[in-house]
Structure formats: C-alpha cells, structure tokens
C-alpha cells in the first residue's frame, strides 16, 4: 500500500485476554519500529526490527508484550493476560533504513477494561 | 539517557500569525538528529522538519523553521502565517547517531491551536 498500514484502528478488550495488533509497512522498508502513546504523553519506544530480527526490544515493558516479523515484512505486536495499564494507542513506523524518514501509521487504540 | 523537554502543554495563535514552540533536550552525544513531528487528531505522527547536529544553518520548510542552539541543547520551532491546518500535537524528537540504528525519543508535546 501507500502508507504504513495499521489493524485493527480500535480494539476493545477484557483484563486477561490476548490482543494482536498488526502492523503492513511501506513496501521495500527494512526498518520497523513500535511506539506506545499513553494519553497526553509523546510515543514511547517498544520494539525495532531490521529485516526479520529485532535489533533493540529494550522498550518492551515486561514479558507480557512480544512482537515478531517472520518475512521483514508484516510485523504483530502480541500482548498477553491484558492489563487497564496497556491501555493505549499503539503505533507503527517503518522507513528505508535506520536513520531514514520514519513514516507513522494511524496507530491502533487498545482499551482495556 | 537522552530526554526531550516541551515545557508549554498548549499554545494559541491566531490565524496568519507566527508562533514558536520550545524544545530542550539533554544528551552527552555530539552526533544526533532533532526532529518535529505533527500529530493531527488523525493520530498519524508526520514530519514537519528535520535538522542534524553537526550543521549549523538551521533548518527551513516553508512556513517551518526551526532555532537550533546546539550549545544551549534548544531546538524551537516556528510557524509562520499560522493556517487552521496547523491545528495539532506537535512533538520535538531526538536521534541519536550516525547510523541511525536507535529509536526516536519524543517529548510529551504542545497542542497547538490556531484560531480564525
């Protein structure tokens, strides 16, 4: 596509439960980074991959969150027995290599209840 | 750690007006990025303008321009001629590197809203 692709754009869910939110980037883009965005706060860091390896998963909170990217391409963000704390809008970047122009999807609103 | 200050939570500016948004950072590294990024209710962060450390003219986009003072670690940005599509989050950013292979720290943001 176009642009850096994000599903769902709104996921409701229940402390406890499973949420995969997903992530199709610019086509050709090696580069593919997670952002949280907490209410009224600027995006903090989760994850970066470089092809189909994360080369700094040192913002990944604890165990619960994991994120994979087994072609380079399409990335999963996984998060495990939710909590209200995750409560958040999760964003996607990629860009052609690092350093390069991130470009931002429209992010995936998670609400735990 | 590099951190990434927006001490002014919301501004106004009047329609056609200019407008300055602070930003301070905090690093020990000579080498590194500073961006600002808009995040319009849409949620999609977009560039607005970039600038390297090691250059020191500073950096212009249009109505966009950016006061980098290295030695001060300040990077403000300004708008000219303020239009109602300004209207938005806007986010100072730092990177660290050459390479780039480090991720983006973001400040917690200005709400800039531009009135008629």
């Known amino acids: 596509g176009a642009g850096v692709s994000q599903t769902p754009s709104n996921k409701v869910t229940e402390k406890g439960k499973y949420v995969e939110l997903r992530c199709d980037p610019i086509?050709?883009?090696?580069?593919l980074y997670w952002y949280r965005q907490s209410l009224g706060q600027g995006p903090e860091f989760l994850i970066y991959?470089?092809?189909?390896?994360?080369?700094?998963d040192s913002g990944l909170p604890n165990d619960r969150f994991f994120a994979v990217r087994p072609e380079g391409s399409v990335s999963t963000l996984k998060i495990q027995r939710t909590e209200r704390g995750d409560s958040a809008v999760y964003l996607c970047?990629?860009?052609?290599?690092?350093?390069?122009?991130?470009?931002f999807g429209e992010g995936s609103r998670l609400t735990v209840l | 750690a590099q951190t990434v200050t927006q001490s002014q939570p919301e501004m106004s500016v009047q329609e056609a007006e200019t407008v300055t948004l602070s930003c301070t950072y905090d690093?020990?590294?000579?080498?590194?990025?500073l961006f600002w990024y808009k995040q319009p209710p849409s949620r999609q962060m977009i560039l607005v303008i970039r600038?390297?450390?090691?250059?020191?003219q500073n950096a212009t986009e249009n109505r966009f321009s950016v006061n980098f003072q290295k030695a001060a670690k300040s990077f403000s940005l300004k708008i000219s001629d303020s239009q109602l599509g300004d209207t938005a989050m806007y986010f100072c950013?730092?990177?660290?590197?050459?390479?780039?292979?480090?991720?983006?720290?973001f400040g917690k943001g200005t709400r800039l809203s531009v009135i008629a």
């Open positions: 600038q390297e450390a090691y250059k020191q």
């Open positions: 950013a730092f990177m660290m590197g050459y390479s780039g292979n480090t991720p983006l720290v």
């Open positions: 970047a990629s860009s052609w290599s690092p350093g390069g122009e991130l470009f």
């Open positions: 086509s050709g883009h090696t580069a």
């Open positions: 991959f470089q092809g189909t390896g994360a080369a700094d």
């Open positions: 690093t020990s590294e000579n080498n590194y990025y």
